[in-house]
């Protein structure tokens, strides 16, 4: 088993940023694709970003790409998601999620471990 706690979240401004931070524990964190989700009140969790075990290839989903950045420490057992420029509709409860195996998944089915989450709010 994989442990995730994501920390990080808070109240921003839009156009602000915030980093959000997960951390592993547990089994391995070799290997792992690791990703970032999101869920908005009254809608359906959805992906945010993805990155694979060497970090050599990512990908985002249209409504973030150019603002948000995933990126890992593996010796830290660390993944980040940078957000800039934010708008109101970013605000959701952000989730750490991480996958055995090499490829980029976008479907939450896909993943076995996951945090907590963490609440990003952006005020207008």
């Known amino acids: 088993q994989v442990q995730l706690v994501e920390s990080g979240g808070g109240l921003v401004q839009a156009g602000g940023s915030l980093r959000l931070s997960c951390q592993a524990s547990?089994?391995?964190?070799?290997?792992?694709?690791m990703g970032w989700f999101r869920q908005a009140p009254g809608k359906e969790r959805e992906f945010v970003a993805a990155?694979?075990?060497?970090?050599?290839?990512?990908n985002y989903a249209d409504s973030v790409k150019g603002r948000f950045t995933i990126s890992r420490d593996n010796a830290k057992n660390m993944v980040y998601l940078q957000m800039n420029s934010l708008k109101p509709e970013d605000t959701a409860v952000y989730y750490c999620?991480?996958?055995?195996?090499?490829?980029?998944?976008?479907?939450?089915?896909?993943?076995?471990?996951w945090g907590q989450g963490t609440q990003v709010t952006v005020s207008a």
């Open positions: 999620a991480g996958r055995s195996g090499a490829r980029i998944l976008r479907s939450q089915r896909d993943y076995d471990y």
């Open positions: 547990g089994r391995t964190f070799v290997g792992l694709a």
């Open positions: 990155l694979t075990w060497s970090s050599f290839t990512d």
